[in-house]
C-alpha cells in the first residue's frame, strides 16, 4: 500500500498518529519514496510508536541530537527514504516499545518554532525587496514609472507577490500555531 502525507511540518503529530494507527492495523511502514510518499507492507498487527524529524541546515544539529537519543535510548529504528525524500528533510523512526517522548516533542517544537521564524523572517525581506523599487520608483517619477512598466515585468512582479505572499502566510501560520502550543504546555 502506498500513502501520501501533506500535513505541514507543524502538523507531523497527525502524521506520527496516522502511522501508529496503520501499524495497529496491520500496515508497517517499509520504505520512503519521493516526496512525502510512503510505502507500507502488510504485517502483524502491532503496538509502535513513530517519531518525525526535521533536518534543516542550521537546526540539523539539533535534530541530530534528537534522533541519537531516539536510536539510543528508545531503540528506534529509521525508516530509510530516498534521496530526493532525504532533500525533503524529512526522518521517520519507528519505535516498537513503548516509551515517554515528551522532552523530545519539547525539543523538537522549540527547533520548529526557530526555523518557522526565521521563514516568516525571511519571507518579511522578500515582500520589503519586491516593494522597495515601486516606493523608490513613485516617489522619484511616478509617470515614467508606469510607462517604463512591460507586461513582462508586470507578469514577473504580480508572480514575485503572489508567491512571497504565499510564502510568508504559510509560514506565518505555522510560527503562530507553535507559539500557540509552546505556549500551552
Excluded at 17 to 32: A, V
Excluded at 105 to 110: A, F, M, V, Y
Excluded at 140 to 152: A, G, M, R
Aim: charged share 20%.
Amino acid at each position: 500500500m502506498r500513502k501520501r502525507f501533506f500535513q505541514p511540518i507543524w502538523k507531523f503529530d497527525l502524521i506520527e498518529k496516522e502511522l501508529t494507527s496503520l501499524e495497529e492495523n496491520g500496515w508497517r511502514l517499509d520504505k520512503i519514496k519521493g516526496f512525502r510518499c510512503f510505502y507500507f507492507v502488510k504485517s502483524k498487527p502491532k503496538t509502535a510508536q513513530y517519531f518525525l524529524t526535521y533536518s534543516i541546515t542550521r537546526e540539523k544539529l539539533n535534530m541530530n541530537l534528537i534522533e541519537n537519543a531516539l536510536v539510543q535510548n528508545f531503540n528506534a529504528n529509521q525508516i530509510k527514504g530516498t534521496f530526493l525524500e532525504g532533500l525533503g528533510g524529512i526522518s521517520v523512526f519507528r519505535i516498537t516499545k513503548q516509551a515517554e517522548l515528551t522532552d523530545q516533542l519539547n525539543d523538537r517544537d522549540i527547533i520548529l518554532q526557530h526555523y518557522l521564524f526565521k521563514k516568516v523572517v525571511l519571507g518579511i525581506i522578500l515582500f520589503l525587496f519586491l516593494l522597495a523599487p515601486l516606493i523608490i520608483g513613485v516617489v522619484t517619477n511616478s509617470e515614467k514609472l508606469l510607462n517604463d512598466i512591460d507586461i513582462v515585468y508586470l507578469i514577473f512582479l504580480i508572480s514575485y507577490f503572489i508567491f512571497v505572499a504565499f510564502y510568508l502566510i504559510y509560514n506565518l501560520f505555522g510560527l503562530i500555531y507553535y507559539n500557540k502550543k509552546l505556549k500551552n504546555k
